[in-house]
């Protein structure tokens, strides 16, 4: 399992790599319902992070030779629309002025109306996309696997700029201020603005960054091969603290909530970081590697894992 649990009223959604996603009972963890992507073709795999809205989950899938970008009704399962694409989505849909705007592996953005499933409009990039895309305003920014991060408008999908990197983007794209952040594979942090795509920050970083960097004011949270979960200035890129595991952390999207971020490492253990000063609260084996972190409102914390064991507890 490689997404995020996502809570959803009494349950908690997850997305398997064997090509099902389920709706366990958030409290004794037997499930609802499930749906095989196998009823539309070859099984598919959940990367992109669910997209609650309301009663109803976007969320997409990636195959060979295609995928589908799913609406669910979340209580009882029913799909409610399905959009087929070659090779899928590896990536992470956002809502931007009321619709889905989703970017699939061969290049393609597209916003989609999420009631009905209709789209709106697409364009078409030069290559695959396969990093999430960040929105701020009215524009949406996407980051293709030949180097170029473009600025569409989010009405329209015409482009606003493009900006060519010296190296492919390794990071999904976050917003942090008046400039677009993201992380490439040659170990560099990229600060681009907003409204121009002009680079006004570079920052070499100890290893190369990937996963989702994670903006929670003051601090931009971000990871790197070398085993960092580094604490950031997200304006000057200074270091404000840092934790190292012996390998990779593998909870590519760490969990921030209640003052404290967390994160999973190859080691199996979860480990919770104050996120100001990064004082270690607690570490221990969970006893699977874990992957995809959720938490619910009244405090529990989910835990999915890459041999696909599912876990919930109190910090």
Not at 87 to 99: K, S
Not at 142 to 167: E, M
Not at 205 to 220: E, F, S, V
Request: hydrophobic share 40%; with cysteine.
């Amino acid at each position: 399992m490689f997404i995020s649990p996502t809570v959803a009223g009494e349950a908690v959604l997850i997305g398997s790599c064997a090509g099902s996603l389920y709706a366990l009972d958030r409290k004794a963890g037997t499930p609802r319902w499930s749906y095989d992507t196998k009823a539309d073709g070859a099984a598919a795999q959940f990367h992109g992070e669910p997209l609650l809205l309301g009663k109803r989950v976007i969320i997409p899938t990636d195959a060979d030779p295609k995928g589908h970008l799913y609406a669910f009704d979340t209580a009882s399962g029913e799909p409610l629309w399905k959009l087929p694409f070659e090779r899928g989505i590896t990536t992470t849909p956002l809502l931007v002025e009321g619709r889905v705007i989703a970017a699939t592996a061969r290049g393609e953005v597209l916003a989609v109306d999420p009631s009905r499933g209709e789209v709106a409009w697409r364009v078409a990039l030069a290559a695959d996309i396969r990093v999430s895309p960040a929105a701020a305003g009215k524009r949406i920014f996407v980051a293709d696997n030949t180097n170029k991060v473009v600025a569409l408008d989010a009405a329209t999908g015409a482009a606003v700029w493009r900006t060519t990197l010296a190296a492919r983007p390794n990071t999904a794209l976050v917003v942090a201020g008046k400039t677009l952040v993201l992380g490439t594979m040659d170990g560099d942090l990229h600060w681009l603005a907003l409204d121009s795509g002009k680079e006004t920050k570079r920052l070499r970083l100890d290893g190369m960054p990937y996963g989702t960097p994670i903006l929670a004011p003051p601090l931009l949270y971000v990871l790197t091969s070398k085993g960092s979960l580094l604490a950031l200035d997200p304006e000057s890129g200074a270091t404000r603290w840092k934790h190292e595991t012996p390998r990779e952390w593998t909870t590519y999207r760490p969990l921030v909530s209640d003052g404290i971020i967390i994160a999973g490492s190859e080691e199996k253990d979860l480990c919770a970081f104050d996120r100001l000063t990064g004082e270690t609260r607690w570490c221990r084996d969970v006893g699977q590697v874990p992957r995809g972190l959720g938490m619910s409102g009244d405090g529990v914390l989910y835990v999915g894992s890459l041999s696909g064991v599912v876990q919930s507890f109190r910090p």
